[in-house]
T-cell receptor
Framework: KNEVEQSPQNLTAQEGEFITINCSYS?????LHWLQQHPGGGIVSLFM???GKKKHGRLIATINIQEKHSSLHITASHPRDSAVYIC????????????FGKGTKLTVNP | NAGVTQTPKFRILKIGQSMTLQCTQD?????MYWYRQDPGMGLKLIYY???????DKGEVPNGYNVSRSTTEDFPLRLELAAPSQTSVYFC???????????FGPGTRLTVL
C-alpha cells in the first residue's frame, strides 16, 4: 500500500513570497493529485498529473516519477491562498482508491 | 449543475442512534466515494462504488454501510453510532478511475 508524506506540516509566509510544498510517496503510481481545502472546509481538486509539470494561474505542480516526489509551488502568494494543501496518490498502481497525505497548512500574511 | 451535494451539514447523535448521510451527484459519474477526516489526519476511505449496484470497502469500513441503487445517490448508513465516529464526512465522485474527484461540502457529525 502506498504511503504519502507531506512537508512541511505548517507554513507561514508573507504576501508575495514564493511557496513550495512537497509530497513523497512510496509506490509507483499512474497519477498524483493536489487538492486544496479552504478554511471553511470545502475541498477542491487543483491538479492531477502523471509526469512533468502543470500550471494554473500562480500555481505550478511538478512531479518526478523516478524519485516518487512532487512539489506544489505558489508564486506571488496572497492571503487568499491560505488553506490546507493535500497530496493524494492511488493506493497502488492505477487503483481507483486514493491515499491522502495529512496536508500542509499554509498561512499567508498581508 | 449542483455537483456533489450532502445532507445534513451538521448532526449530533447519541451513542447507539442510527442515521443516514445523504450524497447526490448530478454529473453522471460512475465512481463515488465516502471519506472521513479526523483532526490532524489525512482523509480516509470508508466505502466506494464503481457504479450502480456495486460497492466495496475502503480502509475504514467498520460501523458503516452503503448502497448504490442509482448512479446519482450513494448514502452512508451508521447503524449504532459510537464516539469514534465523530468526524467530518466527505462524499466525492469522479467520472473514471484515476480522474479528478469532485467533493461535496461535508457533514460534521458529533456522537455524544
Amino acid at each position: 500500500k502506498n504511503e504519502v508524506e507531506q512537508s512541511p506540516q505548517n507554513l507561514t509566509a508573507q504576501e508575495g513570497e514564493f511557496i513550495t510544498i512537497n509530497c513523497s510517496y512510496s509506490v509507483g503510481i499512474s497519477a498524483l493529485h493536489w487538492l486544496q481545502q479552504h478554511p471553511g472546509g470545502g475541498i477542491v481538486s487543483l491538479f492531477m498529473l502523471s509526469s512533468g509539470k502543470k500550471k494554473h494561474g500562480r500555481l505550478i505542480a511538478t512531479i518526478n516519477i523516478q524519485e516518487k516526489h512532487s512539489s506544489l509551488h505558489i508564486t506571488a502568494s496572497h492571503p487568499r491562498d491560505s488553506a490546507v494543501y493535500i497530496c493524494a496518490v492511488p493506493t497502488q498502481g492505477g487503483s481507483e482508491k486514493l491515499v491522502f497525505g495529512k496536508g500542509t497548512k499554509l498561512t499567508v500574511n498581508p | 449543475n449542483a455537483g456533489v451535494t450532502q445532507t445534513p451539514k451538521f448532526r449530533i447523535l447519541k451513542i447507539g442512534q442510527s442515521m443516514t448521510l445523504q450524497c447526490t451527484q448530478d454529473m453522471n459519474h460512475n465512481y463515488m466515494y465516502w471519506y472521513r477526516q479526523d483532526p490532524g489526519m489525512g482523509l480516509k476511505l470508508i466505502y466506494y462504488s464503481v457504479g450502480a449496484g456495486i460497492t466495496d470497502k475502503g480502509e475504514v469500513p467498520n460501523g458503516y454501510n452503503v448502497s448504490r441503487s442509482t448512479t446519482e445517490d450513494f448514502p452512508l448508513r451508521l447503524e449504532l453510532a459510537a464516539p469514534s465516529q465523530t468526524s467530518v464526512y466527505f462524499c466525492a465522485s469522479s467520472p473514471l478511475t484515476g480522474n479528478e474527484q469532485f467533493f461535496g461540502p461535508g457533514t460534521r457529525l458529533t456522537v455524544l
